[in-house]
């Protein structure tokens, strides 16, 4: 089982921006952010497999982008224009699924990093 070591999240602004940054200790086929927000169920934000395409939420298009370094094991999800809605904890999760984000077959979890959007 992969570790996973996470940085990043705080609190923010309603329009700021953040970056949650994800280093696993060995390849995985796929590496994503998951969030849970208070009484909610946890949902896949991000997700991308060593081949194929990133796959994001509706409700964060055209706000978040995830990038991978394959060489470092690492992902970075950057948020911009962030909603009170995006309050959560984001975990980051890696598996061999490639649809991972949709399917939930997380083989490894971080262990979150809290996101707080609010003025």
């Known amino acids: 089982q992969l570790q996973l070591v996470e940085s990043g999240g705080g609190l923010v602004q309603p329009g700021g921006s953040l970056s949650l940054s994800c280093t696993a200790s060995?390849?995985?086929?796929?590496i994503g952010w998951f969030r849970q927000a208070p009484g909610k169920e946890r949902e896949g934000v991000s997700c991308?497999?060593?081949?194929?395409?990133?796959y994001n939420v509706d409700s964060v298009k055209g706000r978040f982008t995830m990038s991978r370094d394959a060489t470092k094991n690492s992902a970075t999800l950057e948020m911009k224009n962030l909603k009170p809605e995006d309050t959560a904890i984001y975990y980051c999760?890696?598996?061999?699924?490639?649809?991972?984000?949709?399917?939930?077959?997380?083989?490894?979890w971080g262990r979150g990093t809290q996101v707080i959007v609010s003025s």
């Open positions: 991308i497999p060593y081949l194929g395409r990133t």
């Open positions: 060995g390849f995985t086929t796929t």
């Open positions: 999760a890696v598996g061999t699924s490639r649809n991972m984000c949709v399917d939930g077959r997380v083989s490894s």
